[in-house]
């Protein structure tokens, strides 16, 4: 298994940084990807929709009539490939085993926990409870931002992002060193990036967008929902934005609009439930963490964790060594920080096709039709708009 981290988002951004001057921890993308608007422009703007995968990004482009959007390239996600993971990487440049934001659930040995990525807290406690617990989100990274030094370059960058986010442990993380802008709506959003370029204080925005997401989680990444809101997100650039802009300000700026990951159709007929009282879990020191489309496991005996896994998954899940897939670099280059290897377990499990998992933490979990995290095309494989 392996991932094209120089060819992925890892790559494009420390495109972004080097740049502007800052030296890049990484290969950047080839030169190519991003075109010579890229290298000549004064000035970045980078809109992440969440959940747009390749595939359906290039059905909306050959089915809307765009009037400045061309044809996406394709480029990678990382892995596993889901938003906290991406998100990370976007805001220090670093790769997963770097950063070691490793998933949506994860086991923090140092706090004691299994812990939601997202809201930044044990699960089922509030939003943001692993703060009472002594996580400082100025701290929580052994990783630098990408902010201060854009700044120290003479770059100065902004985020903008859902208000209900703007305050949150994970931005906290995530913006560390950038001025922060919240929004209520894509309006909002949109008039924001546009009067930001226009006050000519920013050379880096940073745009968030995330209800592709939410569409393909309820309703499918095939789905009506899923495409018009794609497209409308698209179709809003182009009329609050690119096409208000004065025409210098066109010319001085590249904008790229890209995702973190897709989501791959799962039905609910492919979905293994795990509760902590089944014979699997029986196998293991506590509930898998990880994603719905790979688990991490930490277990007493891997041996019987596995042939106990295959009694239940049958031929539909692949188990593999944790340290195998990190010596295989799967988890992105770089040198491993030690404090996060206990974050992916003794175990990775990996479903095969479009099967995947509920692992029941609190009882409250629901069925999603779209999901990912895994390694499939369709979860990995990301648009790159170059405008």
Do not use: C
Not at 78 to 99: G, K, Q, R, W
Not at 137 to 152: A, D, K, Q
């Amino acid at each position: 298994m392996k991932v094209d981290y120089e060819k992925s988002i890892l790559g494009l951004i420390n495109s972004i940084i080097s740049k502007f001057g800052v030296v890049p921890l990484h290969k950047p993308l080839p030169k190519a990807y991003l075109g010579e608007k890229f290298e000549d422009a004064k000035k970045v703007v980078m809109i992440l929709v969440d959940a747009l995968g390749y595939d359906a990004a290039l059905n909306v482009f050959q089915r809307s009539k765009f009037k400045y959007i061309g044809e996406p390239k394709k480029i990678s996600s990382i892995f596993p490939s889901t938003t906290v993971n991406v998100l990370t990487t976007l805001a220090t440049a670093a790769s997963p085993v770097e950063h070691g934001m490793l998933g949506y659930i994860l086991y923090l040995k140092e706090f004691g926990t299994i812990a939601n990525m997202i809201d930044f807290s044990p699960i089922g406690m509030s939003r943001d409870s692993l703060i009472s617990r002594g996580a400082n989100p100025s701290n929580f990274l052994n990783v630098n931002t990408i902010y201060e030094p854009l700044r120290n370059y003479g770059a100065s960058p902004l985020i903008i992002i859902p208000s209900s986010f703007k305050e949150s442990g994970l931005s906290k993380i995530h913006n560390h060193g950038s001025a922060v802008q919240g929004y209520f709506d894509i309006i909002d959003m949109m008039i924001k990036i546009r009067s930001s370029l226009e006050s000519e204080k920013f050379s880096y925005i940073y745009a968030y967008w995330p209800m592709v997401d939410a569409m393909g989680h309820i309703y499918g990444p095939t789905s009506e929902e899923y495409i018009e809101e794609s497209t409308f997100v698209l179709k809003t650039f182009e009329d609050i934005v690119y096409e208000r802009l004065p025409d210098k300000l066109k010319n001085d700026t590249v904008f790229i609009i890209t995702a973190d990951h897709g989501q791959i159709h799962t039905p609910w007929q492919h979905e293994f439930h795990i509760k902590s009282e089944d014979e699997f879990v029986s196998t293991l020191q506590i509930l898998p963490t990880g994603e719905p489309r790979i688990m991490y496991l930490y277990t007493k005996d891997p041996q019987k964790t596995i042939e106990e896994g295959e009694r239940i998954f049958g031929s539909n899940v692949d188990f593999y060594p944790s340290e195998t897939l990190l010596n295989e670099g799967l988890f992105g280059p770089g040198n491993p920080n030690l404090k996060y290897i206990t974050r992916i377990g003794d175990l990775i499990a990996i479903p095969r096709g479009d099967y995947s998992f509920v692992v029941k933490y609190t009882g409250n979990e629901h069925q999603m039709k779209g999901k990912h995290g895994g390694l499939s095309q369709e979860e990995m494989d990301i648009p790159l708009f170059v405008i």
